[in-house]
């Protein structure tokens, strides 16, 4: 309007915004995923658009699951973050749109899974999140929860690892300290029976309606472990699934 007045026009006109290289910028972003397709949108000055409310979060969750839905996918991949999604993405045949990272919210992500009619769940976290799960916390939020770590020694007794005993773990105050303790093949049994309760805890969550199949990654993107959470035996266990 402030050109046209300067101009002196009053046909009107016609504006086309663009973003120079914007289909190449897009590349870099989540747009695909969540249906915006052929450019990059446009917001505020940066281009960033982060949902720091739990509303927001949730939101660009749903619309996430909704676009690998109407895509024609049964599966998706709910991730605890972008670590755990690019080990994820490295290991698993699935396009792009299947992934989304769920931060704390795998409980909403369960939910929403049942309601939608997803026939498999592949859930990837770190060590300190899946323990939670296998703990039943499903949402992993520190606000609502704090990790037992008294239970966890517990756990690893059950699974026949009691080195971490002689280590002091009584004193640590992370999962991270313990798995630190641990030889490869005790990180190995550890990450396994963390996996398994996990995809237990998530599969009762969910109804028993949707199969879930938890895998560990370190701070690396190293796999630990996986185990599954279906009513039958898994027919997959401890191996990565292809696709």
Request: aromatic share 4%.
């Amino acid at each position: 309007r402030e050109v046209m007045e300067m101009a002196g026009s009053r046909d009107g006109c016609r504006v086309v915004v663009f973003a120079p290289e914007g289909r190449e910028a897009a590349k870099e972003t989540l747009n695909e995923r969540l249906g915006v397709l052929g450019g990059i949108s446009i917001l505020g000055t940066t281009g960033v658009n982060i949902p720091y409310s739990a509303e927001a979060f949730l939101s660009s969750l749903a619309l996430s699951l909704t676009v690998a839905r109407s895509c024609g996918h049964d599966t998706v991949v709910g991730c605890s973050g972008r670590r755990s999604e690019r080990a994820a993405m490295a290991r698993l045949g699935l396009p792009e749109e299947c992934f989304m990272v769920v931060g704390d919210h795998f409980d909403f992500l369960l939910s929403r899974c049942r309601e939608m009619g997803m026939r498999r769940l592949y859930v990837w976290a770190q060590p300190a999140k899946m323990a939670k799960l296998a703990m039943g916390m499903i949402n992993t939020s520190s606000r609502l929860w704090e990790l037992d770590l008294a239970l966890l020694l517990q756990m690893l007794s059950a699974a026949g690892i009691e080195s971490v005993r002689a280590a002091g773990a009584e004193e640590m105050t992370s999962v991270g300290q313990l798995l630190g303790t641990l030889g490869e093949e005790e990180k190995r049994g550890f990450a396994s029976l963390v996996c398994g309760m996990a995809a237990d805890r998530c599969l009762e969550y969910a109804g028993g309606e949707v199969e879930v199949e938890c895998f560990m990654p370190d701070a690396s993107g190293t796999l630990l472990g996986s185990s599954c959470g279906v009513p039958s035996p898994c027919p997959r266990e401890g191996k990565v699934p292809d696709g």
